[in-house]
């Protein structure tokens, strides 16, 4: 039997300043570790926040563009409201309700979506 512990999405990136930009800057993500079998070749990192880590790769194949992740959090309104304190010039994002959550959705330069989500107390 399998015993599954955790999973780690790759997401696809095309510029890596804009990927730090998004990650980095605006989510907060802390830059774990980067890789490349050599100095021209294209990126592959991983960013993480408490225990979700994510893989970013510019590499072909790797992964395709436009995914969706969910991630869970907690605090969401205090995670929206330093979101939107940032004037983050390509993502404005809303706090909704949806599917018994609290959810906000983003879409990262490179078509990817993420969706931070926190359940309401019933």
Not at 86 to 97: C, D, F, I, N, V
Not at 99 to 108: A, F, Y
């Amino acid at each position: 039997m399998i015993k599954a512990k955790s999973i780690t999405p790759v997401l696809r990136i095309f510029d890596v300043e804009k990927a730090k930009e998004f990650y980095l800057d605006f989510l907060e993500f802390h830059l774990d570790w980067e890789h490349r079998y050599e100095e021209d070749y294209p990126l592959y990192m991983q960013v993480s926040s408490g225990s979700c880590q994510l893989h970013l790769s510019e590499h072909y194949g790797d992964s395709s563009p436009g995914i969706k992740i969910r991630i869970q959090v907690e605090e969401i309104e205090e995670l929206h409201n330093k979101l939107l304190s940032k004037k983050y010039k390509y993502a404005r994002p809303g706090l909704e309700t949806a599917h018994g959550h609290l959810e906000i959705r983003i879409g990262d330069p490179f078509g990817n979506n993420l969706c931070f989500y926190e359940p309401q107390q019933r």
